[in-house]
Nanobody, 127 residues
Framework: QVQLVESGGGSVQAGGSLRLSCAAS????????MGWFRQTPGKGREGVAA???????SYANSVKGRFTISKDNAKNTLYLQMNSLKPEDTAMYYC?????????????????????WGQGTQVTVSS
């Protein structure tokens, strides 16, 4: 059974940094398509970043140059390094995984592309 557990969220002032982690278990981690999404109350989940089995990455325009997605296959862990945080980055952040899928340049990240989800970790950025 695939399990994803996020950690690393918290409260930070604008301009600060946080690193989110997603510990994965129950599957061959390195073969999976992995992503980060975020959601605020009353809105749908927004794709933030993704990395596929070949290491190609994709980012939402709103986070390009500030966020970095990476994975450590030896630790079965996905990361999201978030720098220069803004109040509009405040959201619940979710880790997602799927056996199939790959990064397609220019294609937005869709929640429907992922079959497994973590419970989320809250990120709050104050001005």
């Amino acid at each position: 059974q695939v399990q994803l557990v996020e950690s690393g969220g918290g409260s930070v002032q604008a301009g600060g940094s946080l690193r989110l982690s997603c510990a994965a278990s129950g599957y061959t981690y390195k073969n999976y398509y992995m992503g980060w999404f975020r959601q605020t109350p009353g809105k749908g989940r927004e794709g933030v970043a993704a990395v596929d089995r070949t290491g190609f990455t994709s980012y939402a325009n709103s986070v390009k140059g500030r966020f970095t997605i990476s994975k450590d296959n030896a630790k079965n862990t996905l990361y999201l390094q978030m720098n220069s945080l803004k109040p509009e980055d405040t959201a619940m952040y979710y880790c997602a995984a799927n056996l199939f899928g790959s990064v397609v340049p220019g294609r937005p990240l869709w929640p429907a592309d992922f079959g497994y989800w973590g419970q989320g970790t809250q990120v709050t950025v104050s001005s």
